[in-house]
């Protein structure tokens, strides 16, 4: 949702012949955040003709973009574009690159084993541990508790 109205903002209103899968797949790192970019640079996908499957972050991104009416006002893009990110527990959080240690399981696994990496986030309600791939809040907890 967030990427198609920062598409809208950026580009203005839909057109079908200016805005094509592989004119947003150039600027796809504009509109989505790097995990969901990167996704989209599979083997081949820079070819014009790599096909393109309706779930590819570009065909979402396109799906988003055409949704909003062509007369809906900057103004109230902008407002729903905050209105979505105050809702985010880890709204107005500084974030840190953090890992939680894997247990390991057997002497062979203390070699292989890697940590997982995730997000800190901390703002003025709480701390979440959030899932830097998935973008999933793995633990909220919150100072009053």
């Keep these: 949702?967030?990427?198609?109205?920062?598409?809208?903002?950026?580009l203005g209103p839909y057109d079908m012949s200016?805005?094509?899968?592989?004119?947003?797949?150039?600027?796809l790192e504009r509109f989505?955040?790097?995990?969901?970019?990167?996704?989209?640079?599979?083997?081949?996908?820079?070819?014009?003709?790599?096909?393109?499957?309706?779930?590819?972050?570009?065909?979402?991104?396109?799906?988003?973009?055409?949704?909003?009416?062509?007369?809906?006002?900057?103004?109230?893009?902008?407002?729903k574009y905050l209105e979505f990110c105050w809702s985010l527990p880890y709204y107005g959080s500084a974030f840190f690159r953090g890992q939680i240690e894997t247990p390991a399981k057997s002497l062979s696994s203390l070699v292989?084993?890697?940590?997982?990496?995730?997000?800190?986030?901390?703002?003025?309600?709480?701390l979440y541990v959030l899932d830097p791939i998935g973008v999933v809040v793995l633990l909220g907890l919150k100072f009053e508790e």
């Design 1 to 10: 949702m967030l990427g198609g109205i920062q598409a809208r903002l950026e």
């Design 32 to 79: 989505l955040p790097e995990h969901a970019s990167k996704s989209a640079r599979g083997f081949l996908s820079w070819m014009p003709w790599a096909p393109s499957s309706k779930t590819s972050p570009e065909a979402r991104l396109i799906e988003q973009f055409k949704a909003i009416p062509s007369n809906a006002s900057p103004k109230r893009l902008v407002r």
């Design 18 to 27: 200016i805005h094509t899968p592989m004119f947003i797949r150039q600027n």
């Design 112 to 126: 292989i084993n890697e940590d997982t990496e995730v997000l800190i986030a901390i703002n003025s309600a709480g």
